[in-house]
């Protein structure tokens, strides 16, 4: 949480970061167990160490939130940190976006065409190429109120209830609502309370601009996901729009990366801008 919270210079976003982060390997960490021999002895005690961690983030983030010291803390946080370049440099509107241009179009369109019923988006592509971002700014020029869960919010179909249910029955008091749901993939097998069920039904039948996001979607529960949306797949960023981003941040930094440097960090990136700005 630190970390995040330094990059991002507040501390309420370094822990949803952390969070972010969290889901993510841990789901990386629960398709290596799923590969392990149906033998294997401690696949038990693997999934109770991943839940523990899920939980340990859940408490401190739900006590601060009830605590309501999120701007104490924030203004504890060490005024000599440098922003993170992914942070400085993430795009304020739909011209500063590289790459990935037809499945934008797509992205674009969806949105100028949505109404009540039409198909939610489901956006699918590694980390680190834009999908929230692309979320983000849809919000923005468009004119909606971006509600953003993730995961740890939609594994639990009482959490999945308390927190859309209403927003999709109020439109009204609550302005022009649009639902984001960030790392969608990263609920499965123990860490699903009937959450993806409630999802799924709340997705047949959609009242306000739904979207989703996913590192993969191979999984079974993925693919229930799937018959209930519109999918647009955004493919890794290639080497050279990264060296035209990368050459484009350093000459605004006054900055300079030797030739083997700069071509190390661009392939060592494997299309992910964030994972290489940050480097």
Do not use: C
Request: proline residues 5%; positive net charge; charged residues 25%.
């Amino acid at each position: 949480p630190l970390y995040y919270s330094l990059s991002s210079s507040t501390v309420q976003e370094g822990f949803e970061l952390t969070m972010k982060k969290s889901e993510s390997y841990l789901q990386e960490a629960r398709g290596a167990i799923d590969s392990l021999p149906a033998k294997f002895s401690h696949k038990e005690f693997l999934e109770f160490l991943f839940l523990t961690v899920e939980h340990y983030n859940e408490f401190w983030y739900k006590k601060l939130q009830q605590e309501n010291i999120w701007s104490e803390l924030s203004s504890n946080l060490p005024k000599w940190y440098t922003m993170m370049w992914s942070e400085k440099y993430r795009p304020q509107n739909f011209m500063d976006l590289i790459g990935n241009e037809d499945a934008r179009q797509l992205f674009a369109g969806w949105f100028e065409k949505w109404k009540k019923g039409t198909k939610p988006l489901l956006l699918v592509g590694p980390p680190g190429i834009g999908k929230t971002t692309l979320a983000n700014l849809a919000g923005r020029n468009f004119g909606y109120d971006m509600i953003s869960l993730n995961a740890s919010d939609v594994r639990n179909k009482k959490n999945i209830q308390e927190i859309l249910e209403p927003v999709l029955g109020n439109q009204t008091v609550l302005g022009k609502p649009m639902i984001f749901v960030d790392e969608v993939d990263g609920v499965h097998g123990r860490s699903d309370y009937g959450g993806v069920e409630a999802l799924i039904n709340i997705l047949k039948e959609p009242t306000v601009p739904i979207i989703l996001a996913a590192n993969n979607d191979s999984s079974d529960k993925m693919k229930k996901i799937k018959k209930t949306v519109k999918t647009i797949a955004l493919r890794p960023l290639p080497p050279r729009l990264l060296r035209l981003y990368l050459n484009m941040v350093l000459e605004k930094e006054n900055a300079y990366i030797n030739p083997g440097r700069l071509i190390k960090l661009i392939l060592e990136s494997n299309g992910d801008i964030r994972s290489m700005l940050n480097s």
